[in-house]
């Protein structure tokens, strides 16, 4: 017998344990299912690739339609707000009015028959306030309007409209949510737009690493849930290798359950099989598109922090590179929100991305 795989390391797909999440979780369905308005409606994530963005938005999707509410999935891509009021119609279909494009105005019998059709042209109107008729006939209906935006792009034009609409909504007293996430630096320039300034009030979520308890729990709950067991050793050097990695999470437990899928018990071998694997891919679909977005001054500041067994100092960085505190600095936030590195404590900095140093090391050429 063969043992289905329950993992998902495909990007969007919701697994069965959303490990290190669930406070996020919680706070939001109190909010879908408050009678009165809270602030965890309109929340921002932002995090580094594979940290869970997509799933989290997904998740939080059906979470709002489970409690009644309409859920509206997009990305910030051109046409997303057709997409968004599309999505709407459709989704909302049972709850709307139907709507009538034109009317029989004369019927003729003889000689060959005809109908005569009036179109009812509708009143000039735009995106603003179709979506505010449409959400009063939710409000009608007793239900809420939530929109989810992936793949934040502050230089879409349609990204800031929909921030726009959707704070005309909130004032005006609408059933409405607005869960974007991002990029960390796409979050911080879309923040940055004047004309939206009201979104630096919302609620932030950086998703960061995933606890090594909550890995542990996660991965054993998947397994023994579907019928296997794990060995122990095996599933603490899996922890270990996972890193606290969400995307790698996925994927170590993906890769160590097809080693020997027809076997009770997933082995030590298994596992060592599957961290294997799982580092592999993660180059390939991970690190190598964050390092080809990295500009010259990133990887030369990147390759500073090689000099370093551990974390680096940034006032040593800045001597390495022979730039001024104030270049360094912003080539150190650019990286932090990049997900590449982190703030341990005030002037010391680390890599914050799973493997992402020896991945640097292998195209510099880096030599200690």
């Known amino acids: 017998m063969e043992f289905e795989n329950p993992f998902t390391p495909s990007f969007g797909e919701i697994p069965a344990h959303m490990a290190g999440r669930q406070q996020i979780v919680t706070s939001m369905v109190r909010a879908f299912s408050?009678?009165?308005?809270?602030?965890?409606?309109?929340?921002?994530?932002?995090?580094?690739?594979?940290?869970?963005?997509?799933?989290?938005?997904?998740?939080?999707?059906?979470?709002?339609?489970?409690?009644?509410?309409?859920?509206?999935?997009?990305?910030?891509?051109?046409?997303?707000?057709?997409?968004?009021?599309?999505?709407?119609?459709?989704?909302?279909?049972?709850?709307?009015?139907?709507?009538?494009?034109?009317?029989?105005?004369?019927?003729?019998i003889a000689p060959l028959g005809a109908i005569g059709f009036e179109r009812n042209d509708a009143p000039r109107t735009n995106w603003r306030y179709r979506m505010t008729e449409l959400v009063e006939q939710l409000d009608k209906a007793g239900a809420g309007l939530l929109i989810t935006v992936d793949e934040v792009d502050p230089a879409l034009d349609e990204m800031v409209e929909l921030a726009a609409v959707y704070q005309h909504l909130v004032g005006e007293g609408h059933r409405v949510a607005l869960l974007m996430a991002g990029l960390p630096h796409n979050i911080s320039a879309l923040l940055s737009d004047k004309t939206v300034s009201f979104l630096r009030r919302a609620q932030s979520h950086s998703l960061g690493r995933i606890a090594d308890c909550d890995v542990y729990d996660a991965l054993l709950k998947t397994i023994?849930?579907?019928?296997?067991?794990?060995?122990?050793?095996?599933?603490?050097?899996?922890?270990?290798?996972?890193?606290?990695?969400?995307?790698?999470?996925?994927?170590?437990?993906?890769?160590?359950?097809?080693?020997?899928?027809?076997?009770?018990?997933?082995?030590?071998?298994?596992?060592?099989?599957g961290i294997d694997l799982a580092r592999r891919e993660l180059e390939d679909r991970i690190l190598g598109a964050t390092f080809r977005e990295l500009s010259d001054g990133d990887i030369k500041f990147l390759t500073a922090m090689l000099e370093d067994e551990g974390d680096s100092k940034v006032a040593d960085l800045g001597e390495r590179l022979e730039r001024s505190s104030a270049v360094v600095s912003q080539y150190r936030r650019r990286l932090i929100d990049a997900g590449v590195i982190g703030e341990r404590r005030r002037g010391v900095v680390g890599f914050d991305l799973p493997y992402f140093r020896d991945y640097?090391?292998?195209?510099?050429?880096f030599e200690r």
């Open 34 to 108: 408050s009678e009165r308005r809270r602030p965890d409606l309109t929340t921002l994530f932002s995090g580094a690739r594979g940290t869970g963005k997509t799933t989290l938005l997904r998740l939080l999707s059906h979470k709002a339609e489970e409690h009644g509410w309409i859920a509206v999935d997009t990305t910030a891509l051109p046409g997303m707000l057709d997409d968004i009021e599309i999505g709407l119609r459709k989704n909302a279909a049972h709850l709307l009015e139907a709507q009538a494009s034109s009317h029989v105005a004369s019927i003729e």
């Open 224 to 273: 023994s849930e579907n019928g296997r067991d794990a060995d122990a050793k095996g599933l603490e050097e899996a922890v270990a290798a996972i890193e606290g990695f969400p995307f790698l999470m996925q994927l170590v437990g993906y890769r160590a359950w097809d080693a020997n899928p027809t076997e009770k018990t997933v082995g030590p071998k298994d596992f060592a099989q």
């Open 360 to 365: 640097l090391v292998e195209q510099v050429g």
